[in-house]
T-cell receptor
C-alpha cells in the first residue's frame, strides 16, 4: 500500500482553468503539507495543515487553496491557472501530537503543466 | 526566518570517489536535521535524520552525516559512491515550527 498517494500524476491544462490535485495518506498522521518543486528542483512549502491549524506560506497566491475533508486527505485546488504554476506538486505528511519532528513522508508528486 | 543553504548545486563524480555535500542551517534553537534523496522521476525519500544524541548519524545505502552545532552544519558523506547514487539530495531542518525548510538541493551525477 502506498503510504501517501496523489492523483493525478500528470495534469496538462490551459491557462485560466481551475484544477484540483488530491492527496491521501494512510499513515494515521495528523499533519499534511503541500510543497511546490519548480524547474530548478527548489522545494517550497505552500501549506501545512492539521485538524487544529492551517499555516499558509504568505507568498502563495490566494488562487491556491487547500481543502481537507478529513485528516487523511488534503486536496489542493487551484483557480485561474497561470503559466508560472507549472511545477511538480508534492503532498507529504508527518506525525503530530507531541511527537512531530518534521520528518516527512512524501507522495510521488503531481506534475502540472499549464499551456 | 529559517533557511538552509546547500553550497554545491551540481556535483559530478566517478564511481568509487568519496562524496561530501555541504549543508548549513540558520535556526539558532534546537533543530531536527534531515537529508532526503530524490532519484530521477521519483519522490523524496528520507536518507537519514538527526534529532539528538550522537552527532554522527548513519543512514541507508552507506551514507552518513555529521551535525556540528558550532558550525550550524550537517554535511552528508559517503566514502565510495556508486552509479546508482545519481540523484538530487536535499538537506532540510525543522526548528521550532516543525515545518521543514529545504535547501535548494544538490544534483549528483556519478559516472560509471
Amino acid at each position: 500500500d502506498t503510504a501517501v498517494s496523489q492523483t493525478p500524476k500528470y495534469l496538462v491544462t490551459q491557462m485560466g482553468n481551475d484544477k484540483s490535485i488530491k492527496c491521501e495518506q494512510n499513515l494515521g498522521h495528523d499533519t499534511m503539507y503541500w510543497y511546490k518543486q519548480d524547474s530548478k528542483k527548489f522545494l517550497k512549502i505552500m501549506f501545512s495543515y492539521n485538524n487544529k491549524e492551517l499555516i499558509i506560506n504568505e507568498t502563495v497566491p490566494n488562487r491556491f487553496s487547500p481543502k481537507s475533508p478529513d485528516k487523511a486527505h488534503l486536496n489542493l485546488h487551484i483557480n485561474s491557472l497561470e503559466l508560472g504554476d507549472s511545477a511538480v506538486y508534492f503532498c507529504a505528511s508527518s506525525q503530530e501530537n507531541g511527537r512531530n519532528t518534521g520528518e516527512l513522508f512524501f507522495g510521488e508528486g503531481s506534475r502540472l503543466t499549464v499551456l | 526566518a529559517q533557511s538552509v543553504s546547500q553550497h554545491n548545486h551540481h556535483v559530478i563524480l566517478s564511481e568509487a570517489a568519496s562524496l561530501e555535500l555541504g549543508c548549513n542551517y540558520s535556526y539558532g534553537g534546537t533543530v531536527n536535521l534531515f537529508w532526503y534523496v530524490q532519484y530521477p522521476g521519483q519522490h523524496l525519500q528520507l536518507l537519514l535524520k538527526y534529532f539528538s544524541g550522537d552527532p554522527l548519524v548513519k543512514g541507508i545505502k552507506g551514507f552518513e552525516a555529521e551535525f556540528i552545532k558550532s558550525k550550524f552544519s550537517f554535511n552528508l558523506r559517503k566514502p565510495s559512491v556508486q552509479w546508482s547514487d545519481t540523484a538530487e539530495y536535499f538537506c532540510a531542518e525543522s526548528g521550532g515550527s516543525y515545518i521543514p525548510t529545504f535547501g535548494r538541493g544538490t544534483s549528483l551525477i556519478v559516472h560509471p
